[in-house]
């Protein structure tokens, strides 16, 4: 039986992270988005600005008979660096952070459990600075924004930056991926 939910992350850009999830199984929907800032409807502009402390992310709406929020991470911890503050590669400002935006304590609970285990088994180098915090201040990114890596393959960052992450996850996870 079919249950969808939802969980936010924050993963860098906001076109790398959807690229990634667009293709996951499991996955129904995914839109980029600001969060937990203290704008409640800010542009691109504001957040590029650093002012509104909003974060770039995605929604994602996932049916979990189908995947897991577990898995759900498990991408997420292997297609981005969380454990670089405010940065994703060349993308710094507040608006790149890692972040686990959760609207269940089932989800924060999962979170930091998986944040625990990978820093005790050391999996990064550097531990994890991914904060984990309920959803705020959702706002829908503009809509030239919404499928970009699908609809601007050939773009110089999204051949750089978000092909690579898919790459990677069909690499890694092709048991999860979309046919």
């Known amino acids: 039986m079919s249950e969808l939910q939802t969980i936010t992350l924050g993963g ?14 499991g996955v129904t929907d995914v839109e ?5 800032g203290q704008a409640s409807r800010p542009s691109y502009e504001d957040v590029c600005s650093g002012r509104t402390g ?5 929604k994602l709406t996932y049916d979990s008979a189908e995947i897991s929020l577990t898995e759900i991470l498990e991408i997420f911890f292997v297609v981005h660096d969380a454990t670089t503050l405010n940065r994703q590669g060349n993308d710094s400002g507040t608006q790149y952070r890692s972040g686990i935006y959760y609207g269940t304590a089932e989800q924060k609970r999962l979170a930091d459990e998986m944040i625990a285990q990978l820093n005790s088994e050391k999996i ?7 904060e984990v915090l309920p959803l705020e201040n959702y706002w829908p990114a503009e809509a ?12 110089g960052y999204c051949v750089a930056v978000a092909g690579p992450k898919v790459a990677k996850f069909r690499k890694t ?7």
Do not use: M
């Open 32 to 36: 980029s988005g600001y969060s937990n």
């Open 144 to 155: 030239y924004h919404q499928d970009y890596f699908a609809n601007n393959p050939n773009q």
């Open 54 to 58: 909003s974060n770039e992310v995605v």
């Open 124 to 130: 990064f180098s550097k531990p994890i600075v991914t």
């Open 12 to 25: 860098g850009c906001f076109w790398c992270t959807e690229a990634v999830y667009v293709q996951v199984r």
């Open 173 to 179: 996870f092709s048991r999860l991926a979309k046919s």
